[in-house]
């Protein structure tokens, strides 16, 4: 394999989310830096905004757009699609197969291990993304999903966490041999245009919800919240996103008689989302490290989020203002305090923004990834990294005794 040009194949099911945004951008830089660039993704459910990524993108794949039907379990009708990319790649002898969520990581580790069998050597590279992670371990599904990651994890060379929560939880749930299996935790990154200041007009929500509307991401507890706090005052919410939970969501808000002060505006892009409310509520009750709150921090938006997978990472050193997860009076009173304290939520989303410009960088996050496809730079940035460790830990030691 060779450091100065890879040929890079990226894997995900369905392109939506945190990690369809985390490969674009990681696709966008790697093309950057000289490499030669595939997709393979789900030709099923592509909402038109993914499509019309892709479809943008696609003249500057070197390695192509490819897509074939991908349900989200596993399934017998995968065999013939598992054939065609085989087939497909075997032409193209890839460099490095990469695999981003459940599905993706599958074809990514059991396509390089067929290819590996025909001599072709690519690294197979997964991020979970969350993904099997999330599931519990003690229900039926958990079981089924952290078995097949166990299967999986002899076919995998290189893992990528996108926080250390995610790390963490792979580590208990399927386990790491760090004799064999290589590993990098590298935190998402934003790009230099994100960081900027949006004001939303003075007609705008109190409140802002971005996301997938799922039981995951806490929306309930979110309106049980607003149904509180209007028992006192009236506070408008806007929900900006789509998701399988919608429905039930949209239930809650009448049967709470809260037409008249929640509205729900389906998928938009974030720069007009980010103008229908003042302050982001984001009460997730499970995430790897996700994109939104990056996104929100970084445009200086007040933000009220909870303590849960890798976002006290993004908020290290301001983890006490987070929101235990799943504690709806927790949620009802951090919401009262950031409304009755407006100049201290402005200055605290001043001092995330400048945090988040130092350690969540795009340009960073692609360059640490793509290095540490190749195994000997990376066993030598690593060796470099342990030394300058001891030498720093030696120094400490000499000034105790000086």
């Known amino acids: 394999m060779s450091t100065d040009k890879l040929k890079i194949v990226h894997f995900i099911r369905a392109p939506l989310g945190g990690a369809f945004r985390h490969l674009m951008d990681l696709v966008e830089e790697q093309i950057k830096i000289g490499h030669e660039l595939g997709i393979i993704c789900a030709s099923n459910h592509i909402p038109p905004s993914s499509r019309d990524q892709l479809e943008a993108i696609r003249p500057r794949l070197a390695l ?13 009708k995968d065999l013939p699609n598992f054939h065609k990319l085989f087939k497909h790649l075997s032409l193209q002898k890839p460099d490095v197969l990469h695999g981003h969520g459940a599905k993706g990581g599958v074809f990514a580790r059991t396509i390089g291990s067929a290819l590996k069998l025909r001599g072709i050597e690519a690294q197979r590279v997964y991020s979970p993304h969350g993904g099997s992670l999330h599931y519990d371990s003690s229900t ?75 039981h ?98 993004i908020y290290a050193g301001y983890e006490k203002t987070l929101v235990q997860p799943d504690d709806q009076q927790a949620l009802t009173k951090a919401i009262a305090h950031a409304l009755s304290h407006p100049a201290e939520q402005t200055q605290l989303s001043q001092q995330l923004q400048n945090h988040l410009r130092t350690k969540f960088v795009l340009p960073q996050m692609a360059q640490s990834i793509t290095q540490f496809y190749h195994p000997i730079q990376s066993a030598k940035d690593e060796l470099a990294h342990a030394s300058w460790r001891s030498g720093q830990s030696n120094l400490s030691a000499q000034n105790r005794h000086t």
């Open 64 to 76: 192509g757009l490819t897509s074939v039907p991908m349900a989200r379990s596993l399934s017998p």
């Open 140 to 214: 039926s599904a958990g079981k089924v999903y952290i078995r097949l990651e166990k299967l999986l994890r002899p076919l995998t060379d290189a893992l990528v966490f996108t926080s250390a929560f995610e790390k963490a939880a792979y580590q208990q749930k399927i386990g790491l041999n760090a004799t064999s299996l290589r590993y990098k935790i590298v935190h998402n990154g934003l790009k230099p245009d994100e960081f900027k200041y949006s004001v939303p007009p003075d007609d705008a929500a109190d409140l802002l919800f971005i996301g997938e509307l799922r």
């Open 216 to 313: 995951l991401k806490g929306v309930d507890l979110l309106i049980n919240a607003l149904h509180d706090l209007n028992k006192t005052s009236k506070l408008t919410l806007a929900i900006v996103g789509d998701g399988p939970d919608r429905s039930k969501f949209e239930q809650m808000v009448r049967e709470k008689n809260l037409q008249a002060t929640v509205t729900f505006h389906g998928f938009l892009p974030l720069n007009q989302a980010l103008q229908l409310g003042k302050t982001a509520v984001i009460p997730s009750r499970a995430e790897a490290l996700p994109y939104i709150v990056l996104e929100l921090l970084a445009a200086q938006k007040p933000l009220i989020t909870t303590h849960v997978g890798g976002i006290p990472e």
